[in-house]
């Protein structure tokens, strides 16, 4: 039986600690043309993650011949109630919503002969969005992808050959980063890139507003907005790209292919037949000393699109709404951006973008913007002491052609967007009127980002983001809404874990220090697989029954002393479901729960304990709602990777649990999970 999850809870955060022992992050260094964003991009895509990136010139540079690493993204959203007059299918719902997304990467890599490297990505990803990724231009989380799921999907997101070709001169060190290893090429060089990736890994590389995992998280931050560039429904495609690198100047060319059908889950492999192509040039500068770049892209697609006024045309003849999924045939669509990065200070970055298309055909791949305006600013932590925070604020102005609007207004709808309402006074009752009110999408975003910790194991990222959105789905008639997010970004790195090279540390006392934190407050968060003890017998009607269910904590917890603490926990044990004769009965079981903890320490970095306590545990079900008390008890060990950082390997049992309906359905759920706690 198939079970849905409303949230996993860092379950995919923390799988980057545990997966085998290779997981791992490569240490930042500090650009010295001013501190480097992190060059990780988010909606599947992780887009910066086959370039090339110049390091800082350092006596103590050493060139990669393989890499292992992992990151870890968990994103949580919510947004209130708002004002509209009509909401239709593909409108942003007007009740209150919450949307979470998590992602797990393995990134691995090898160099062969002179100038080639060997790049393979495992993924996984689950995401619950709001309003089924639906009702905006910009939507809120680049970290929704239109193939996801509730459930986590595996799948290869990456795997790609890079080749190098120097033209001799100066020679420049490139720094190790995601997909890229550390290496020393000539400045001047030909660069070629083949295989499945994503096509802004290459272009549009913007160092301030490209990454929904450490920067910006709304869909119109991403790159251009009206770029429609080609990918399956979770952000990858094939292809192949050549660069041409000489002195200030980059010049880049990429072929690459289409989904078979608008935002379908299946590529084209005839790429004469459909395909995307992408110029770009660049030009880096410096500006009252500091760096700096200009890019120009033009793109093309060739693919099976629908036409806005042959869609419209075909809604008259038939009586029914337009519909470009009805008058699709072999078009193209022509595409123009303009970007700009540049640093002002050495803590100080700023952004803009300006792009257009031709907007007479539906959106294919990316999202329903047609015209955009953006910019913001990225100002680093210098100033307080936190080089390695950020604070960006940044402001995008969306829009679509007047055909695309034309099709709205007619009762059309895209892949993520028509607000439309019945109107019951028109004299056929149940035809869709004409109510489309247009108006420019406004986007205003802060995020700050901040590092919570980092050492040999890695670096863990905390973010606070908040959104405004005006005119969502360019229609003045609704909104304006608000998003408040966090996130939780961890990065590891195979190399720094064995010693092969230095990695960030704040224990200056060396590997023989007690890494244990013995007293002080902490939060942790887990993942667990939960097992329910109800089963069909429990239940009249009942054809089946699922027991195993993924659940999820957050803890906050006080360490009197190295052999005694105190925690209370928010678990979400999962949603089970019992397929009965007449519908679906949905359980959602969570629980507060307070507990105290006996901890014996084995050695410096390992730790057993138990926990006993009583938890008030919340039944929400499809017929009933029951909130009860019971005891909580269980046993578990926990490894120290740093002094304030600890893994935790743990089983719970939570007594009491079930319906308490007309049956007294009631029985306990065991948990068996994995956790990171962090000392503050």
Request: charged share 20%; glycine share 10%; with cysteine.
């Amino acid at each position: 039986m198939k079970i849905k999850i409303k949230h996993q809870y860092m379950y995919l955060l923390l799988a980057s600690l545990i997966t085998d022992c290779s997981l791992a992050i490569a240490e930042e260094d500090k650009n010295v043309d001013g501190p480097k964003a992190a060059i990780e991009q988010g909606n599947g895509n992780d887009q910066s993650e086959t370039g090339n990136e110049k390091a800082s010139v350092s006596e103590e540079f050493t060139p990669e011949n393989w890499q292992l690493k992992a990151q870890s993204t968990y994103i949580w959203q919510s947004k209130p109630k708002f004002n509209a007059p009509y909401t239709g299918d593909y409108s942003l719902r007007t009740g209150k919503e919450r949307g979470n997304t998590a992602t797990a990467t393995i990134y691995a890599g090898f160099k062969g002969w002179t100038g080639s490297e060997f790049f393979l990505n495992l993924e996984a990803s689950e995401s619950s969005p709001i309003s089924n990724l639906r009702g905006m231009g910009g939507l809120s989380n680049s970290e929704n992808q239109k193939g996801g799921a509730i459930e986590p999907k595996t799948y290869r997101a990456r795997y790609f050959i890079r080749q190098t070709i120097g033209l001799g001169g100066e020679t420049e060190n490139i720094e190790s980063g995601f997909n890229q290893m550390a290496s020393t090429v000539d400045k001047n060089r030909i660069v070629l890139t083949a295989g499945k990736m994503s096509i802004i890994d290459i272009f549009d590389n913007n160092k301030f507003s490209h990454d929904g995992r450490s920067q910006f998280i709304n869909w119109s931050f991403l790159t251009h907005g009206s770029y429609d560039y080609a990918a399956d429904t979770k952000g990858y495609t094939i292809g192949f790209a050549s660069e041409l690198y000489y002195q200030d100047w980059a010049f880049r060319f990429g072929r690459f292919m289409q989904p078979k059908v608008s935002n379908g889950p299946d590529l084209d492999y005839n790429m004469f037949k459909q395909y995307a192509d992408q110029i770009e040039i660049q030009h880096d500068h410096d500006l009252f000393n500091q760096p700096g770049s200009v890019k120009l892209l033009v793109f093309h697609n060739k693919a099976y699109m629908g036409s806005f006024k042959d869609a419209i045309t075909y809604g008259k003849l038939n009586s029914a709404p337009p519909d470009v999924s009805a008058v699709r045939q072999l078009s193209d669509k022509y595409g123009i951006g303009i970007a700009l990065e540049q640093n002002v200070r050495d803590d100080i970055g700023i952004f803009a973008r300006a792009n257009i298309n031709d907007g007479k055909r539906e959106t294919y791949a990316f999202t329903e913007i047609d015209k955009q305006v953006s910019g913001g600013i990225t100002i680093f932590g210098n100033k307080w002491g936190r080089p390695d925070d950020a604070f960006g604020f940044a402001i995008a102005v969306n829009g679509i052609s007047k055909d695309h609007q034309d099709y709205i207004s007619q009762g059309g709808h895209g892949a993520f967007m028509g607000d439309l309402a019945i109107n019951t006074d028109t004299p056929t009752p149940g035809v869709l009127s004409n109510i489309y009110n247009y108006s420019s999408e406004k986007v205003f975003e802060a995020y700050y980002n901040s590092q919570l910790t980092t050492g040999k194991a890695g670096t863990l990222w905390g973010a606070l983001d908040f959104q405004h959105i005006i005119n969502p789905g360019y229609n003045a008639d609704r909104g304006p809404v608000d998003y408040l997010g966090y996130r939780f970004h961890y990065e590891f790195d195979a190399q720094n874990a064995l010693g092969i090279k230095s990695a960030k540390t704040n224990d200056t006392n060396g590997p023989t220090e007690s890494y244990r934190s013995d007293s002080g407050p902490y939060m942790a968060l887990k993942v667990y697989n939960s097992h329910s003890s109800m089963d069909t017998q429990d239940f009249g009607g009942v054809d089946s029954f699922s027991n195993n269910k993924v659940g999820g904590a957050f803890t906050l917890g006080e360490k009197f002393s190295k052999n005694l603490a105190v925690e209370a926990s928010y678990d979400h044990l999962g949603r089970f479901i019992a397929h009965e004769v007449t519908q679906p009965n949905v359980i959602d079981l969570t629980a507060l729960s307070v507990n105290g903890v006996g901890i014996i320490p084995v050695s410096d970095s390992l730790d057993i304990y138990g926990k006993a306590g009583a938890n008030y545990g919340f039944t929400d079900s499809t017929n009933v709602r029951n909130h009860k008390l019971g005891a909580t008890y269980g046993l578990g060990s926990s490894y120290w990777i740093q002094k304030d950082l600890e893994i935790k390997a743990e089983w719970t049992r939570f007594n009491n649990l079930g319906t308490n309906d007309s049956n007294d359905i009631k029985g306990h759920v065991d948990t068996i999970g994995l956790g990171l706690s962090y000392h503050l």
